[in-house]
Nanobody
Framework: QVQLVESGGGLVQAGGSLRLSCTASGITFSRNVMGWCRQAAEKERELVARINWTGNTFYADFVQGRFTGSRDNAKNMVYLQMNRLKPEDTAVYYC????????????WGQGTQVTVSS
């Protein structure tokens, strides 16, 4: 019964901010590399951020300097603070877990819609 549940998506104007949250259950959270991916309409799913066991985060180039990923192992939660949002950030954002560390995300949430108006 692995569950990843995202929240915090919504509609925001360009330049605004959103904070996404993900609550995980059914996994040994601290053993999972966690991350955020997104998928825009008619586009491939792409990595946004990957957060290792201790919170060190790798970011995709297109969000570098604007987004901040973090995790709270005590609460089984992962976050994505998104600032200076652009219309091209519009997508469904998914929380994901990689229990094997670098071998690919295998646990996925249902996603939360982020829409940035221009």
């Amino acid at each position: 019964q692995v569950q990843l549940v995202e929240s915090g998506g919504g509609l925001v104007q360009a330049g605004g901010s959103l904070r996404l949250s993900c609550t995980a259950s059914g996994i040994t959270f601290s053993r999972n590399v966690m991350g955020w991916c997104r998928q825009a309409a008619e586009k491939e799913r792409e990595l946004v951020a990957r957060i290792n066991w201790t919170g060190n985060t790798f970011y995709a180039d297109f969000v570098q300097g604007r987004f901040t990923g973090s995790r709270d192992n005590a609460k089984n939660m992962v976050y994505l603070q998104m600032n200076r949002l652009k219309p091209e950030d519009t997508a469904v954002y998914y929380c994901a877990g990689d229990p094997l560390g670098g071998r690919g995300f295998s646990f996925w949430g249902q996603g939360t819609q982020v829409t940035v108006s221009s």
